[in-house]
């Protein structure tokens, strides 16, 4: 164990403070906070008092992302980001997004007013998950530049646009265009627990995330035709649901035969619905995954093909619609290597590793260096109350993160990075 008691009673407090930020909650007895509802204000203020102690300038951008200054060592140094979202899926953990905030934070106290040559700017996203809106990544695209008209204009179940949430919420959307990344910022960092079961297979704290996966989400309607359950022979039916069975199970043997490929089917409904009708119809959704564009784009595409060849021999007729496509997003290789040399410091041996999950740092990666270091999910749970970290791999965080700081500061690749921002 190479980290200090001191390290160990603050990673205590980190999580002391994810579990009280999972008291600001919409709903009674669970855990949901979605984009600028009444809990978040809540939460800001509290971390506030925290980040307030530091001696960072505390501020909510126009799209209501928490953003705290921590000042270099020179009032001109570039900053270094570093944060998550703040937002949750329904009937969450405590920890998803929170925690790489909680982190953040931490870290600020751990400089315990120690200036470094570049300012820390903490970033706690006001939207992450998509829940509110339908769309995800609300605070980061604000960030580079990306929530446009279009994506102002939605609007949520109760009919409340984008836009007149932030209103409600006492910001004004016309202050948009300032909540934009400014040229000095030399990277983004973001710490996020795993939420999948890689790190503790493998019994390792800390991982380096060198990629986020290309995916692709697709709905596909196999169009047979109803008829009756006791007078159609077999060999005459045309059953949607029957079609749309085999080809999940080709699905889930395709994906188990291309190493690092994943592909689910999570969703299945059927129509007429009955018990004594043949359906007619089987709607299916794929989800389908890999850290290459260039192995990702024909596996889905040989699922597709293999979901007409099924579709054609039944005799049915099949429909499909692409819902989300996704390339995959580098890290920047330079930042991948720090993080890795900052675990080793640590004490462990770091592991590098795709993230099947989208996160900040995928949207930030479009106009900034950007990575991420993913701690260990006990049990790979995570989007569920179960989800948890441990301690000892709160405090292995922070004492990576410091000496990540520690690293970049006196790293000649980010001073040349310094005198370019
Ligand atoms: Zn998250």
């Known amino acids: ?55 960072a300038v505390v501020t909510v ?34 920890y998803d997004g929170i925690l790489g905030v909680v982190i953040a934070v931490a870290l600020l106290e751990s400089l315990e007013k120690r200036h470094l040559p570049f300012a820390i700017e ?48 006492g910001l004004n959307p016309a202050d948009l265009p300032r909540t934009a990344l400014r040229d000095d910022t030399l990277a983004y960092l973001e710490f996020h627990i795993e939420q999948g079961p890689i790190l503790e297979s493998i019994g390792r704290p800390l991982g380096a995330v060198d990629a986020i996966a290309a995916q692709r989400r697709m709905e596909f309607v196999f169009l047979g035709r109803a008829n009756h359950a006791g007078t159609t022979p077999m060999h005459l039916r045309h059953d949607a649901i029957a079609a749309a069975a085999e080809w999940i199970v080709a699905v889930e043997h395709a994906a188990q035969s291309h190493p690092g490929l994943v ?3 999570g969703q ?33 595409d040989s699922l597709v093909r293999m979901a007409h060849d099924i579709a054609e021999r039944r005799g049915l007729s099949l429909r499909q619609n692409i819902l989300l496509s996704q390339r995959a997003v580098a ?38 260096p950007a990575a991420m270091i993913f701690l260990r999910s006990p049990g790979g749970i995570s989007h569920d109350p179960a989800e948890s970290v441990l301690t000892e791999d709160v405090a292995n965080a922070l004492e990576c ?21």
Request: hydrophobic share 40%; aromatic share 6%; charged share 25%.
């Open 331 to 368: 890290m920047d290789p330079f930042l991948v290597e720090q993080i890795q040399e900052a675990i080793r410091s640590t004490g462990f041996q770091p592991h590098r590793m795709t993230s099947g999950a989208g996160h900040d740092a995928m949207v930030l990666a479009e106009k900034v």
């Open 268 to 300: 299945i409904s059927a129509k007429p619905g009955a018990t004594n009708v043949i359906a007619a119809e089987a709607r299916v959704t794929l989800d389908v995954r890999h850290k290459s564009d260039d192995i990702l784009g024909p596996a889905a």
């Open 61 to 94: 951008d126009a799209a209501g992302n928490l953003r705290a200054l921590y000042p270099g060592a020179r009032s001109d140094a570039p900053r270094l980001l570093l944060g998550s979202h703040l937002d949750t899926v329904p009937n969450a953990g405590a």
């Open 1 to 55: 164990m190479s980290t200090t008691a001191n390290t160990i009673a603050r990673a205590e407090e980190v999580i002391t403070r994810c579990k009280l930020l999972a008291a600001f909650s919409e709903d009674a007895g669970s855990i949901r906070r979605t984009f600028l509802s009444p809990p978040m204000r809540d939460c800001h203020s509290e971390i506030t008092k925290w980040l307030a102690v530091t001696g």
């Open 401 to 421: 993160g410091l000496h990540l700081f520690d690293q970049l500061a006196n790293s000649s690749e980010l001073q040349k990075r310094m005198s370019r921002a």
């Open 122 to 169: 903490v970033v706690a996203f006001s939207e992450e998950e998509g829940v509110r809106f339908g769309f995800p990544f609300i605070g980061s695209r604000a960030l580079v530049g990306s929530l446009d008209e279009e994506l102002l204009n939605r609007h949520d179940s109760d009919g409340i646009t984008v836009r007149a949430a932030i209103e409600k919420f």
């Open 263 to 265: 592909a689910t089917v």
